[in-house]
Structure formats: structure tokens, C-alpha cells
């Protein structure tokens, strides 16, 4: 079988995407398979630049085709922050929660007008024989001043998107990937994918 290597060791990042990729007929592994492969650091200070150093890399470590992502989160009232930073927010080995809890304490004087946001994920592409090939993918919506759900990852406790009364947290993973960022970002890289497997 054909493989695609996703350029992670996110596992809730990994799982998201597989479920989105199941009908292109390829086996989805991630960085856990290639452990000579290491840390790869992401100093870009772009969600483009990142997504795309991961993919190349991996790429270039295995020789299969590889999809390297990178999502942010960008408060509009913050500037676009955490933006790039997202995953490392609150320090270079942060938790979800911590990440959540400094978000939380960053907002908490802004009113619900002035809490807008959306996610962003960026999705690249790098295989034999092709260019690379990179997406974006957009969910908008607003921060809450608590978490809710349980479910997703990251910031998703405390991101309603637009026209929902559920955070990312609370939908369960299809709902999720028919509205999100990334589900967004996978739904426009099938087709260069499906090109290129078939």
C-alpha cells in the first residue's frame, strides 16, 4: 500500500487528520514510525514557513510523500497572538491547559465584543517528482471566558465557532472536522492528494 507520512508526533493532531483521509487509499503514518528523525524545529515565524519546513524535512529523511501542518490560533484583540506561538504560549513545553489558562488570564478584562478569533491551519505538501503544494484552512469564532467539553485538543475549550452554541471541545470528531480550521485546510489538500495517489 501506498503510504503518506504526517509530519507529527501530535497524536490528537494525527487522529484528526487520518479520520479526514480515509478514502484516499493510502496508509497515514506519523513521525512515531521514524524515530532517527528527531525533534524538527519549527523557527519560522510563519504558520506557512513552519508547515512547509516540516514536510520537506520528513520528505527528505524517508523519501515518501509527506503533509506537514502547522495551526495558530490569532486573537484579534491581541494582535494575532498567540498566533505562530500557539502551541508553546505559555513556555517551550507547555500543557493544553496551561496554554488555555494564560489565554484565559489575557482576555479576561476584554468584553464579548472584542473577543474575536479565528484558527488557522496551514497544511503543506512535498512529495517526489512535484512541487510542494500548501493550504489554508480558516475556522472563526470567539474566545469564552471558560472552558467547556471535554473533547479536541488545545484551545478548543474555549473556542465557539460562528452560528454554534458548542465549543470545539464539545463536538464529537465528524461534527469537529466538517467545521474546523483543519478540516477545512484537509478538505482542500484531497484533491492534490488524490491526484497524486492515484
Same mark, same amino acid.
Given at each position: 500500500?501506498?503510504?503518506?507520512?504526517?509530519?507529527?508526533?501530535? =497524536?490528537?493532531?494525527? =487522529?484528526?487528520?487520518?479520520a479526514l483521509l480515509f478514502d484516499i487509499g493510502v496508509e497515514v503514518l506519523t513521525l512515531d514510525a521514524f524515530p532517527q528523525i528527531g525533534t524538527i524545529v519549527e523557527d519560522s515565524d510563519t504558520l506557512e514557513g513552519n508547515a512547509l519546513l516540516k514536510a520537506a524535512a520528513v520528505h527528505h529523511a524517508t523519501g515518501l510523500p509527506s503533509l506537514g501542518?502547522?495551526?495558530?490560533?490569532?486573537?484579534?484583540?491581541?494582535y494575532g497572538e498567540p498566533g505562530v506561538f500557539s502551541s508553546r504560549y505559555s513556555g517551550e513545553h507547555a500543557t493544553y491547559a496551561e496554554n488555555v489558562a494564560?489565554?484565559?488570564?489575557?482576555?479576561k478584562h476584554f468584553p464579548p465584543r472584542r473577543r474575536g478569533a479565528r484558527f488557522r491551519c496551514v497544511?503543506?505538501?512535498?512529495? %517526489?517528482?512535484?512541487? %510542494? =503544494?500548501?493550504? $489554508?484552512?480558516v475556522c472563526r469564532?470567539?474566545?469564552? $471566558?471558560? /472552558? =467547556?467539553?471535554?473533547?479536541?485538543?488545545?484551545?478548543? /475549550?474555549?473556542?465557539? /465557532?460562528?452560528?454554534?452554541?458548542?465549543?470545539?471541545?464539545?463536538?464529537? &470528531?465528524?461534527?469537529?472536522?466538517s467545521i474546523s480550521h483543519r478540516g477545512r485546510a484537509v478538505g482542500k489538500m484531497l %484533491?492534490? &492528494?488524490? $491526484?497524486?495517489?492515484?
Amino acid at each position: 500500500m501506498k503510504q503518506l507520512v504526517i509530519a507529527t508526533h501530535n =497524536r490528537d493532531k494525527a =487522529r484528526e487528520i487520518t479520520a479526514l483521509l480515509f478514502d484516499i487509499g493510502v496508509e497515514v503514518l506519523t513521525l512515531d514510525a521514524f524515530p532517527q528523525i528527531g525533534t524538527i524545529v519549527e523557527d519560522s515565524d510563519t504558520l506557512e514557513g513552519n508547515a512547509l519546513l516540516k514536510a520537506a524535512a520528513v520528505h527528505h529523511a524517508t523519501g515518501l510523500p509527506s503533509l506537514g501542518d502547522d495551526t495558530g490560533l490569532e486573537v484579534h484583540s491581541l494582535y494575532g497572538e498567540p498566533g505562530v506561538f500557539s502551541s508553546r504560549y505559555s513556555g517551550e513545553h507547555a500543557t493544553y491547559a496551561e496554554n488555555v489558562a494564560k489565554l484565559i488570564a489575557a482576555m479576561k478584562h476584554f468584553p464579548p465584543r472584542r473577543r474575536g478569533a479565528r484558527f488557522r491551519c496551514v497544511l503543506s505538501f512535498v512529495a %517526489p517528482g512535484t512541487g %510542494p =503544494r500548501t493550504v $489554508e484552512g480558516v475556522c472563526r469564532g470567539t474566545i469564552l $471566558e471558560k /472552558p =467547556r467539553g471535554t473533547g479536541g485538543f488545545g484551545y478548543d /475549550p474555549v473556542f465557539l /465557532p460562528e452560528g454554534f452554541d458548542m465549543t470545539l471541545a464539545e463536538m464529537d &470528531l465528524a461534527v469537529k472536522n466538517s467545521i474546523s480550521h483543519r478540516g477545512r485546510a484537509v478538505g482542500k489538500m484531497l %484533491p492534490i &492528494l488524490r $491526484e497524486f495517489f492515484k
